[in-house]
């Protein structure tokens, strides 16, 4: 297991959350490389969807960076967004993947330092947890273009 | 050439071309009106350029600062005349006549590719002057030089015939004369930047003599990537790794020593700490750094910060002390330096593999000439004169200065004074008539909706920042193998000009349809490619940037195999996606050309009055019931200067202009909209009825607050108060302070302390400006001043030196072992440490002044931040977009700072970002449309099952049922967000450019690796 | 509209435990808009059974399509090319679409992936609540537009029961007590009088309790 | 007289009568029936039997009765609507009747929800209303409610529930007339602790003279404890307590608290029979009918009247 790499997808939001992960490339802050960033323009545009074909397509940890509470440049996107992932973690469970897998942060613009940090401890807690049980070898559906 | 006249009959000179003169330029173009840039060099850049990374990013700044050297709307007006200076000039009626002296380059600039062949074969020929080694890589300055050629000094060639043949363009112009050239300004904007002092004459350095003593710049260019060692660190003498470097500080500055200047040249501290700081990041412990230093004097935003990051983090020695010497150690290239810690210790000796010496700032000779051309009054410095509340304007109307030639100062204050001058020069050239700005004409879009992708990628090394860590050329390869990938390439500096050039015909010559740039944040860089594929006939939305650098080599130093593996992946999650990107419309509203001004202290009255007179609508905003802010507390200034005239006055015009509506008693509360489009809500009188305010541009200028820490008996004592009182008390109290024996001040209250760890930069020279003052109206007076560094930077320092000849006695103190202060009746008794002669100094004081300086008003910055949402800095200030190059924007577009609001600083400073707030908002107000982006969400009315989800789910109720009975989203009013397109129960909604497929396809992308 | 909720996952496992390749059904009507078994749904429930399988080391192949409305055979039409490349069917629309799924592919299993509550309204977003129980025989005239059938809880013709306290139902203080609506209602009217008037002994037959109902329109037929 | 009902002569002779109410058990132990109803004895005029009281599973109201009928006294059938629809109910009525029980109380019962079996489906054929003028119209025009005739139709004299505490308050005196409308012959109202409140209603009741045309027994119930009290005001819907009674009874040391609970009562009957329009009283001591005699006594409305 100390073999072990887990993939990590991030989605980001443009305004908080991806800038904190530039901020914290030019403070030079590190973190493990397993995290992939997606930007996405808010936290609220994560569909349900991408964060579970995340999950089958074999991403051992997903996790949704939004603004602060409050500060969200769209509003509430991040509160929605805290919300479905909430409803997801019961669904990851339901599944048996376990809802620790996925988790909702929030950072403003300037706490590149946090996002370096979140980035580690979450590599770190997916780490222990091993490898995403579910790992697809290939998503096997195909939607079908009618109706 | 010769088109001029008839092309242009209103426009500016810029004269310099270093990164001061470059954003003066672009921020007239971007304003609308046009430019003449000249530098006497064959291309412009100036310092900045030979610096290998700046602080306290620690970024190489190019990346940031090139982009806008090729911003298209760049060509279309601002003319770039390199070997060039000004040879004569005359004024009437606030016009200049002007000759300019272009020496000739004897290459076709239209010709040359900078292939490099000349300098192979003629290496003598290519003309070629930074730092250190004068034969570094390409002979051009820095890679992305613009203008992107080579110049030849033919007077060196001795076959010219030989050398024509090998250049492959026929670039080379054998005969190519100096021209003359007479042109009209309207206004002129001074950058010609400063040089560096020589250290050769200050013989105690050695400088010259020992190969391995080198200049703060030198080192930088050893550091550099694009540098003589291609960014390796290695010595000049043995071309070996050295394990212990040393820096000395003020060499050639605060000193009045022959050869050296008097005044602090301000940037010193910082760039050694900086040097220091990547020395050691680059070679962890296998390096040792130190400092030689008489003040620390890192007042600028946050740099306190670095200061301590330097300290803890990095393990960098620093030693207060001025070295004695530095010599040879006996057979070795070894150099040992002697130096004196206190008093009465007796001096060490300590041996070092390299010394680096910060040598200041002097203006050049050429100056004082250029300044007698012009009529433009010099200091006694020889820097450019200015008037004491008029920061950037010369004792010369329509002759504005910025940067170095106005007092030595550090890059952020550079760029601000640039857009203060940019601004000032837009008022000369309004009266005139705006010059409408050409629009730029685009290529037809090519229709790629037919074809199969076929996708170029163009990975940058960026110098050090990508390739220092991972193999790009092992990323092209692997790009290259990608499916439908048609086209690899690196392109070193993607963002030069030269590069985007390039990519643009690649794209031509290939039949590209979509591109992925392997490079930097999209944030930054993502219009700039998206307006170099458009040239190219693509549209813009067919562009993916993979963040190989702000995300990936930045963040994963210490491991480079796992840093390229995810660059391939990155890469390869860009071109899946790119692949099923298509091209969007982009949707277009007029542009509401007022402007919001929060704050109605010096800043906030300065950028409104500045935009009234340019003809704009200003709505000045102010929470208390007057304006003025703490400048209305303040009697003079350092220089002695009245500042409640001053005030007087700008409050007068401010309230009595026709194009201001000053809203006293006001609080914002609700905020939204974008740039040209903001509704802003406020609350508004003692009665606090609401109102809504449209408009396009907002400017902060919400000021500071005076800091009062609860220290030292303040507020407890009367003989207790801060430098802010005693200015006062000064000046309505003459006959108390005559009566006066001691007056005692202390430094950095409630400042650079845990509580507030910077410094408030305004403390010291507050201090020796009422020192100096006592000392008018009571010579006799004692005056004690306990600090901790004494941070008059720039000419400060001669006031600093004043007072110390007049007898001000100065001691330092450590913040472990602060003054014990305690009442005696009406007196103050003060007991502190004399740290040279170490004993105790126990004095009796009629006064105790505190520099308390300045804090950020923590409740009113975090309500507007909330409002605004606007990033503060840990201490409460608002933080720039880049606090480096763009330290007058702030990162949600549309918003600019002015003034202590930013961060502590003189109300000249103010003034200055005042000024350049104004001229930031001018270069946005120019256009007359914004364009709202294509990131909009759109409808498939098939799928739309008409739930009403997304109609309830928007944040600004966009989405409607329409009368076809399917959700409608007008794309105008639409922010882009994709919350309905995440909620949409039917997947019936796409937000563009982050549409399902593509996000799906960047996971695919990813996924592929572990499959 | 019809409201539906998706059933437990373990539930539709056991359902599909034997098959390796199964035909996912949405359907874009009511259930869509309820949030249960629209094409999002499809997706998450695709995602969902797919991982699961996974897990086991089992691999499901899972075909996803969202009609139009499942309830019309035209529509389920539209399963014909697909469905002899999977074992089974798992319908994501109420039961009338999962019986017409059914009906037409007589020799594949079909199974439902939701259950169908009632039909109901929305409250706001993400909350439905019960309106009507299709009894056959309207009464809405006569209690001001609230449905004692559906909403009392002891569906009461005549009145409240003693259970109602504080405008909500004995049952659940979450419910609020129809005859108190529907007396604040009459008042509102002022038509309190109507009140008095017994309503007789219902006639269920035009219910359920008649057994299977159907509506023929001679004119369309 | 309409019906055989002792009830309903007690009443016609302009006695206030006296019933009470005793559960049925959980079982087959129809001793336990003997040994309440004994208790009971010559200390009240009926005897109401509850029909899955609380939706909780009994022996039905039906046999109890009977058992209670066989020692010789007069049981009153309770019947909700909640486990029957109306076939079930007419059946039970002529078995009743053929039994000689011949005075019954028409609920539509509590909700399952609250018994032993929540799952179980709630019928809800019928209301109350409904329900009492379908025994109406059986004892009077003689036919069942599908309308066929009844060979020697039941004579039931018909009792309904009224609860004056429930809200809407002010729907509570036309719900009334509703019943009486409906046929209902007397009324057992929920019981009265917030006695102001009773007599608020008893005004509205008397304003449309339809204490004329029912007889009005007010319920009553006595507190074991605070405990009791606490609950009743809290969980059972309906139940209106007021804090003074709380107050009062949490007054008094625990051993003390049934005593005081038993003089409430007491002092409630006394107060309420001076209420023009309350025709008798309903105690319903839950579990703890030994105290019913007592209570009797002490309000005076001992002995009964030998009808």
Redesign the interface.
């Known amino acids: 297991m100390d073999t072990f790499e887990p993939v990590i997808v991030a989605f980001c939001c443009h305004y908080c959350a991806y800038t904190a992960a530039d901020m914290a490339g030019t403070m030079r802050y590190s973190y493990p490389p397993n995290v992939y960033i997606i930007r996405v323009p808010c936290s609220g545009k994560v569909d349900a969807l991408h964060i579970m074909k995340a999950f089958q397509k074999g991403a051992d940890g997903v996790y949704v960076a939004g603004c602060l509470e409050g500060d969200c440049h769209f509003k509430t996107g991040n509160i929605k967004a805290a919300h479905m992932v909430a409803y997801l973690k019961g669904l990851l469970d339901e599944i048996g993947i376990g809802a620790e897998r996925l988790e909702m942060f929030t950072m403003s613009a300037g706490m590149g330092e946090r996002f370096a940090r979140i980035a580690t401890d979450f590599t770190e807690r997916i780490r222990k947890l091993g490898p995403n049980p579910a790992k697809a070898g290939s998503d096997k559906t195909d939607k079908v273009a009618v109706g | 050439m010769e088109t001029y006249e008839d092309k242009y009959n209103n426009r500016a000179l810029v004269i310099g071309g270093g990164i001061g003169g470059i954003k003066a330029a672009l921020d007239l173009a971007e304003g609308g009106k046009n430019v003449v840039l000249i530098d006497k060099a064959p291309s412009i850049g100036g310092l900045m350029t030979q610096l290998d990374r700046t602080f306290p990013t620690n970024n190489c700044d190019l990346c940031t600062l090139s982009p806008h050297l090729a911003e298209s709307g760049r060509e279309l007006h601002i003319d770039l005349l390199t070997l060039t200076e000004l040879v004569d000039a005359d004024s009437e009626g606030g016009k200049f006549k002007v000759t300019l002296k272009t020496s000739p380059r004897f290459i076709d600039l239209s010709r040359c590719t900078a292939c490099g062949d000349c300098f192979k074969n003629f290496p003598e020929c290519v003309r070629f002057t930074p730092g250190l080694d004068h034969r570094a890589p390409t002979c051009m300055r820095y890679p992305q030089s613009t203008p992107y050629a080579y110049s030849i000094d033919m007077a060196k060639c001795k076959d010219v015939d030989a050398l024509g043949k090998v250049c492959p363009a026929n670039a080379i112009i054998p005969d190519d004369k100096e021209k003359l050239l007479e042109l009209e300004f309207g206004s002129i904007i001074l950058a010609p930047g400063a040089e560096l002092v020589d250290p050769r004459p200050l013989e105690v350095y050695g400088y010259g003599v020992l190969p391995n003593i080198v200049t703060g710049l030198e080192y930088e260019r050893i550091l550099s990537a694009s540098g003589p060692t291609l960014g390796e660190l290695i010595r000049p003498s043995d071309k070996k790794q050295p394990k212990k470097i040393a820096w000395i500080q003020c060499v050639g500055s605060r000193s009045v020593k022959e050869g050296c200047v008097s005044y602090c040249s301000s940037a010193c501290c910082m760039y050694a700490l900086k040097e220091a700081i990547v020395t050691k990041e680059r070679f962890q412990n296998d390096i040792e750094t130190a400092i030689f230093y008489m003040d620390m004097r890192t007042s600028g935003k946050d740099y306190e910060l670095y200061l301590q990051r330097a300290k803890e983090e990095y393990g960098i020695r620093l030693v207060r002390s001025r070295p004695e010497s530095v010599e040879r150690e006996p057979g070795t290239d070894n150099l040992s330096i002697t130096y004196t810690i206190t008093e009465n210790t007796l001096p060490v000796r300590e041996n070092f593999d390299m010394v680096i010496l910060s040598n200041g700032f002097r203006i050049s000779d050429d100056l004082i000439g250029l300044a007698e051309k012009l009529g433009v009054e010099l200091n006694e410095h020889r820097f450019a004169k200015t008037g004491a509340f008029e920061p950037v304007a010369t004792s010369k109307h329509g002759i504005y200065v910025c940067g170095l030639f106005e007092a030595p100062k550090d890059i952020p204050e550079t760029m601000v004074q640039a857009s203060a001058a940019a601004c000032m020069a837009m008022e000369d050239l309004q009266s005139e008539g705006a010059s409408k700005k050409p629009e730029e004409e685009f290529p037809p879009e090519r229709d790629v909706s037919k074809e199969e992708p076929r996708i170029g990628v163009f990975v940058c090394d960026c110098g050090y920042n990508i390739a220092g860590l991972i193999n790009t050329s092992e990323m092209v390869d692997y790009a290259g193998k990608l499916p439908q990938v048609a086209v690899s390439e690196g392109v070193g500096y993607g963002c030069s000009r030269e590069s985007l050039e390039h990519i643009q015909q690649v794209i031509q010559e290939e039949k590209l349809n979509r591109v992925v740039i392997g490079g930097c944040s999209p944030r930054t860089h993502e219009t700039l490619f998206q307006d170099t594929i458009r040239k190219a006939g693509l549209n813009k939305y067919l562009v993916e940037i993979a963040n190989i650098r702000d995300q990936d080599t930045w963040v994963h130093l210490d491991r480079a195999s796992e840093a390229s593996d995810k660059a391939k992946d990155l890469i390869r999650m860009a071109v899946t996606s790119v692949a099923l990107s298509h091209p969007l419309k982009e949707h277009v509203l007029p542009m509401n050309k007022d402007i919001l001004v929060v704050g109605g202290g010096v800043a906030g009255m300065t950028a409104a009055l500045k935009l009234a007179d340019g003809g704009f609508k200003v709505y000045l905003v102010e929470k208390s019931g007057e304006l003025g802010g703490i400048a209305r507390t303040i009697r003079k200034t350092l220089e002695g200067e009245d500042v409640q005239h001053f005030m007087k006055d700008l409050i007068e015009r401010t309230t009595n202009h026709k194009n201001i509506q000053v809203l006293t008693k006001s609080m914002i509360v609700d905020h939204t909209g974008m740039p040209g489009l903001f509704t802003t809500g406020l609350q508004v009188g003692p009665r606090m009825f609401y109102r809504q305010i449209k408009h396009g541009v907002t400017i902060l200028a919400t000021g500071a607050l005076a800091n009062r820490p609860r220290e030292y008996l303040l507020d407890e004592h009367e003989a207790v108060m801060t430098q802010l009182d005693l200015d006062g008390f000064l000046e309505d109290h003459k006959d108390k302070v005559k009566a006066w024996k001691k007056v005692v001040m202390i430094q950095c209250v409630g400042s650079r302390c845990p509580e507030n760890p910077n410094c408030s930069r305004i403390c010291c020279q507050s201090a020796i400006k009422n020192a100096l003052r006592l000392l008018d109206i009571n010579p006799e007076i004692q005056i004690y001043v306990l600090y901790r560094d004494m941070r008059t930077y720039g000419f400060q320092e001669d006031f600093y030196r004043e007072a110390r000849k007049r007898g001000v006695l100065f001691f330092r103190y450590e913040p472990d072992d602060s003054p014990k202060v305690s009442g005696r009746n009406e007196r103050v008794e003060v007991i502190f440490k004399d740290p040279i002669l170490n004993r105790e100094i126990t004095v009796t004081t009629d006064c105790l002044a505190l520099s308390t300086g300045l804090v950020a008003d923590e409740e009113d910055t975090e309500d507007l931040a909330m409002i605004f949402h606007l990033p503060r800095t840990s201490d409460g200030f608002f933080l720039e977009d880049h606090v480096k190059l763009r330290p007058v924007d702030l990162p949600v577009p549309g918003f600019f700072i002015a003034g202590t609001a930013h961060s502590p600083k003189t109300i000249r400073e103010s003034i200055a970002q005042g000024q350049a707030a104004a001229g930031r908002a001018q270069t946005l107000l120019a256009r007359d449309t914004i364009n709202l982006g294509a990131t909009v969400a759109r409808v498939d009315s098939e799928k739309c099952a008409a739930c009403l989800i997304c109609v309830r789910a928007c944040p600004f109720d966009v989405p409607f049922i329409n009368a076809d009975g399917y959700s409608e989203i007008d794309p105008a009013k639409c922010h882009g967000c994709g919350i309905c397109a995440a909620e949409c129960p039917a997947k019936a909604i796409q937000l563009m450019q982050y549409e399902d497929d593509q996000i799906m396809a960047k996971l695919d992308g990813l996924f592929e690796r572990i499959a | 509209m019809i409201t539906a909720e998706r059933k437990p996952l373990d539930e539709i496992i056991d359902y599909i435990k034997p098959f390796s390749r199964i035909l996912l059904v949405g359907c874009n009507e009511c259930v869509t808009v309820c949030a249960a078994g629209g094409r999002k749904e499809v997706g998450l429930l695709s995602s969902a059974l797919q991982m699961a399988f996974m897990k086991e080391g089992k691999v499901l192949d899972v075909k996803e399509l969202t009609l139009e409305r499942q309830c019309d055979p035209e529509y389920v039409e539209e399963l014909v090319p697909l469905i002899d490349q999977v074992d089974a069917v798992v319908s994501m629309a109420c039961g009338c679409g999962v019986q017409e799924v059914a009906k037409r592919f007589k020799e594949k299993p079909v199974f439902p992936a939701v259950n169908t509550k009632f039909m109901g309204a929305s409250e706001r977003q993400g909350v439905w609540a019960e309106r009507c129980q299709g009894c056959g025989d309207c009464v809405l005239g006569m209690t001001g537009g609230i449905c004692p059938v559906a909403r009392c809880s002891k569906r009461l013709l005549n009145g409240p029961c003693g259970g109602s306290s504080n405008g909500k139902c004995e049952i659940n203080p979450e419910v609020d007590c129809a005859w108190q609506l529907i007396w604040d209602r009459l008042k509102s009217l002022g038509i309190e009088k109507t009140y008095e008037e017994i309503v007789p002994a219902k006639d269920w037959r035009t219910s359920r309790d008649g057994g299977p109902r159907k509506i023929i329109r001679e004119d369309l037929a | 007289m309409k019906t055989e009902s002792v009830l309903e002569k007690v009443l016609a002779a302009g006695h206030l009568a006296v019933t009470s109410e005793c559960g049925p058990p959980r079982g087959a132990v129809p001793e336990k029936i003997r040994e309440k109803a004994d208790i009971l004895r010559g200390y009240v005029d009926a005897i109401n039997v509850t029909d899955n009281q609380t939706a909780v599973v009994r022996m039905s109201s039906f046999a109890a009765c009977l058992i209670i009928k066989q020692m010789g006294l007069e049981p009153i059938l309770q019947m909700v609507t909640?486990d029957r629809n109306?076939l079930a109910m007419q059946s039970d009525i002529i078995g009743a009747y053929s039994h000689g029980i011949n005075t019954m109380l028409c609920l539509?019962?509590?909700?399952p929800?609250?018994g032993d079996h929540p799952m179980a489906a709630?019928v809800?054929?019928?209301?109350?209303?409904?329900f009492i003028?379908?025994v109406r119209k059986m004892r009077d025009e003689g036919k069942f409610?599908g309308g066929d005739d009844i060979l020697n139709p039941p004579k039931m004299f018909i009792g309904a529930?009224?609860?004056p505490f429930?809200?809407?308050f002010?729907?509570r005196v036309?719900?009334l007339?509703?019943k009486v409308?409906?046929g209902a012959d007397f009324i057992q109202t929920?019981c009265v602790y917030n006695v102001e409140k009773f007599e608020k209603w008893m005004e509205g009741v008397r304003e449309r003279g339809l204490h004329e045309k029912i007889s009005i027994l007010a319920g009553v119930t006595p507190m074991k404890s605070v405990g009791m009290a606490r609950y009743m005001k809290n969980k059972v819907?309906?139940m209106d307590v007021p804090d003074e009674l709380v107050k009062r009874i949490s007054g008094v040391p625990k051993d003390k608290q049934a005593e005081e609970g038993i003089k409430i009562c007491v002092e409630t009957i006394e107060h309420l029979r001076e209420v023009d329009g309350v025709r008798g009283f309903h105690i319903m001591a839950i579990e703890w009918e030994q105290k019913v005699p007592e209570i009797v006594e002490r309000a005076g409305l001992y002995p009964r009247p030998k009808i």
């Open positions: 909640r109306r539509s019962g509590d909700h929800c609250f709630n809800y054929d019928l209301d109350s209303i409904q003028q379908m409610q529930a009224a609860n429930a809200d809407p002010e729907l036309p719900r007339a509703k409308k409906a929920q819907p309906g």
